[in-house]
């Protein structure tokens, strides 16, 4: 072989090393282009307070953005009360139509009323922006509560009853509805493995989430 042959062989070699680099890159990162679903990796750092829904829903971006998947919109999923002459806003209407994957590529809902009725959410499934499973209950630390200040239904609760620590502007005393992602709790009750609607939170101050399972984590989701 002569030189110039070296030269072109070499060339191709180093073509088909590129393009398979590329084509192994582009087979690994083809799930997290899919990706429309995920529990936020951390919280806000101050509790319940995200600085209300817009604060939640930058959150979510911001996480989403980091990861590599930010140029679509994401939101929040959380309930606000009506206060102050405002309407209340369900969770269910803030995320759009889906459907909605993991990290993975694993389908989570197809829908709203999928996602409300039979969904594919639990510790394997309901993956950080990351990719990786959240601490559940037996875990250390145990971080399954996740805020969603929501009824069953993705809806915001009636009456003055505080559900949404302030509508998420409160750091200490108060209450925010939580979801459990592993779908597992103290008991077999059937609320206790809700993903949405599990129970109360004892406060929301970071001390208080904790104390029930809790890091002030988000499910959010692809608007479009």
């Known amino acids: 072989m002569n030189s110039q042959q070296k030269l072109s062989a070499l060339a191709a070699f180093a073509f088909a090393s590129v393009c398979f680099s590329a084509s192994t890159y582009a087979q690994q ?6 990706m429309s679903f995920f529990v936020s990796s951390v919280g806000s750092g101050d509790g319940a307070n995200l600085g209300g829904l817009a604060g939640a829903d930058k959150i979510c971006q911001s996480l ?21 002459g405002k309407a209340a806003v369900n969770a269910r209407d803030r995320i759009g139509r889906g459907p909605w994957y993991n990290a993975k590529g694993v389908l989570i809902a197809r829908n709203v009323d999928q996602l409300h009725e039979d969904n594919n959410i639990n510790k394997q499934t309901a993956l950080t922006e990351k990719g990786e499973i959240v601490n559940g209950r037996g875990d250390k630390p145990n971080t399954h509560d996740i805020l969603t200040g929501s009824d069953a239904l993705g809806m915001a609760f009636p009456g003055s009853q505080d559900t949404t620590c302030g509508n998420w502007t409160k750091n200490g005393e108060g209450s925010a509805q939580v979801g459990h992602h592993d779908r597992l709790g103290i008991s077999d009750k059937p609320h206790m493995k809700s993903w949405n609607n599990a129970h109360p939170s004892r406060g929301c101050s970071p001390e208080g989430l904790r104390s029930s399972g809790g890091s002030g984590l988000l499910y959010c989701f692809t608007v479009k």
């Not at 990162?29 to 899919?34: E, I, V, Y």
């Not at 989403?64 to 102050?84: F, M, P, V």
């Open 29 to 34: 990162n083809a799930p997290l282009k899919k």
């Open 64 to 84: 989403a953005q980091a990861a590599g998947a930010g140029k679509r919109t994401w939101h929040a999923y959380l309930s606000a009360s009506a206060s102050g």
